[in-house]
């Protein structure tokens, strides 16, 4: 049997009110890696806020059925699968990004979640 970091994810409550749902449209709505490294980034940048941007679509969608950590890091790990090729800085940037989502959900930590996938964080 493989390894599924969801395993180490200790369950908690989240608390999801009209201002957390009104701070997850306003990251939707914003731009996204803005700090991306490079020249000509652009359709690299708009590929990945598209991922992002699906991302925060499936919780808007879900997360007040789903109020559990556990749920929102199985929305980020199928998001972050689909990120494995990505260069380091990619990675980083993209996991910043995640961490604003999670600061905006009151997760404190993804218990490994996001190192698994990104390297480190």
Request: glycine share 8%; with cysteine; net charge negative.
């Amino acid at each position: 049997m493989d390894y599924d970091p969801i395993d180490d994810v200790i369950e908690e409550k989240l608390a999801i009110d009209s201002d957390v749902m009104a701070q997850l449209q306003s990251f939707r709505k914003a731009p996204k890696m803005r700090m991306l490294p490079g020249d000509d980034v652009d359709a690299e940048r708009q590929r990945l806020s598209e991922l992002l941007d699906t991302l925060v679509d499936r919780l808007i969608d879900g997360i007040e059925a789903h109020p559990g950590k556990r749920w929102v890091m199985r929305e980020f790990q199928r998001s972050l699968e689909s990120m494995g090729n990505e260069d380091t800085e990619v990675r980083e940037h993209a996991g910043m990004e995640l961490e604003t989502i999670m600061d905006i959900l009151g997760i404190e930590s993804s218990d490994g979640l996001l190192s698994c996938y990104l390297g480190g964080l």
